[in-house]
């Protein structure tokens, strides 16, 4: 039976937090070790050249971000574990998904789209200061995808779009080469996955700059909890533990039991003091053992190097002959190989290379399908969520090949 593959990435340009380890660190590293599934976690320092211009602030988090996911239970032997920029079939698979992407897909990323919007409303010209890395963005990442062949990438709602537009990147080259190169990704939403409040009780997010950093020592640990924003509720006046950062940190991290125990002591009026250092042993119990092997790994960044390119080999070898697979599918072979026809050719020429477009319209989507001149070859309204419009646009593009 073939295994399920699954593909995260970790943008290398910060520290992690508690919020990352709640929400993405705990959860996949539990993942990887399920049956029946073949993990892919890299380090997509390419993408990090996009948002930071600090050489030494990416190679420090690259440090960070790999020394974490090994000190909380990530086992490389058992999963692929590497570095993006560590696998060079990623930037030239990028080139060749680059020379089949529509221009008008990209217009309509969303973070392309947010930056134009926002110089036209400041008054500048609308590509001021946005970057061909900005806007080639889906195209990098549909390669880190479909190098792999991944079948589920866990993303939250925003990077939807991203992997909707894998997909379509990944049909428009099986559609132009004719054959089945690319298996198609699925989104995997985590709207079940904990999304922790920060010291302000905004999400924890280093844009907000309200996060707790992952791996202070302990003293300092318990300093940065006690500085998590409260009410004025005293002590001895109930409390609300669903409106409580304290609380959404505390359930975060302990059992059942001991959240039921944790409630009962808000309805006793237990004293922001006595709560916040509740929370400081429990979030301090779990992290105190993973700590001593995060400091013994990042004094040990050899180590981590040494890691980090063995599971780029491991990676590449699943990479090497895909990508040679490829380059041939496009036409880039050895004139040692045999000729393809220039029969063969003008067919595949002639054949028209199909575009979905989704879009909303009145209270609704609704799809078309382009073909290379951009003429409407069908279209059809009515759908009340956009992946149901792009899966019957998908459907019609069948009967039109």
């Known amino acids: 039976m073939q295994k399920i593959r699954i593909l995260t990435g970790i943008t290398t340009t910060g520290t992690p937090h508690l919020g990352n380890y709640v929400g993405a ?8 070790r ?4 073949e993990s892919f976690y890299f380090l997509a320092d390419y993408h990090a050249l996009v948002k930071c211009d600090d050489p030494a602030r990416v190679q420090r988090s690259t440090l960070e971000i790999a020394a974490s996911w090994l000190a909380c239970g990530l086992d490389p032997e058992k999963v692929y574990f590497y570095r993006q920029s560590d696998i060079p079939e990623i930037p030239e698979l990028t080139w060749l998904l680059t020379c089949v992407t529509a221009k008008g897909l990209l217009n309509r990323a969303h973070a392309y789209k947010a930056a134009n919007d926002a110089n036209r409303v400041s008054g500048e010209d609308a590509d001021a200061g946005i970057t061909a890395g900005l806007y080639m963005y889906p195209v990098l990442m549909a390669a880190d995808i479909l190098i ?3 079948n589920r990438v866990p993303v939250g709602r925003d990077q939807v779009q991203h992997i909707e537009m894998a997909r379509d990147i990944g049909q428009r080259f099986n559609h132009i080469y004719g054959g089945d190169y690319f298996v198609l990704p699925e989104a995997v939403i985590e709207d079940n996955v904990a999304t922790l409040p920060g010291l302000d009780g905004r999400k924890m997010s280093k844009s907000y700059n309200n996060t707790i950093p992952l791996w202070l020592p302990e003293k300092e640990l318990r300093k940065a909890i006690l500085g998590i924003v409260t009410n004025s509720l005293t002590p001895g006046e109930a409390k609300n533990p669903d409106d409580s950062n304290i609380f959404a940190i505390y359930q975060a ?5 001991e959240t039921t125990a944790m409630r ?8 922001w003091g006595d709560a916040k250092q509740k929370l400081f042993e429990r979030v301090n119990a779990e992290l105190a053992p993973m700590r001593e092997k995060y400091e013994a790994l990042i004094d040990k960044p050899g180590d981590i190097e040494d890691a980090l390119l063995a599971g780029a080999k491991k990676a590449r070898e699943l990479a090497q002959p895909f990508i040679a697979r490829l380059r041939a599918a496009a036409g880039l072979r050895s004139l040692r190989d045999a000729l393809v026809p220039a029969s063969e050719t003008m067919a595949r020429a002639q054949k028209p290379a199909l575009q979905p477009v989704v879009f909303r319209e009145a209270d609704a989507f609704a799809f078309k399908v382009l073909d290379a001149k951009k003429t409407v070859l069908a279209t059809q309204g009515g759908f009340a969520d956009p992946k149901a419009a792009m899966a019957a646009a998908r459907a019609a593009m069948e009967t039109l090949v």
Do not use: C, H
Request: aromatic letters at 10%; glycine letters at 10%; a negative charge.
């Open 25 to 32: 660190i705990r959860p996949a590293i539990a993942a990887s």
């Open 253 to 257: 991290f302990a059992s059942a039991d």
């Open 264 to 271: 009962q002591d808000f309805a006793a009026g237990i004293g």
């Open 34 to 37: 399920a049956a029946g599934v």
């Open 148 to 150: 792999f062949n991944a």
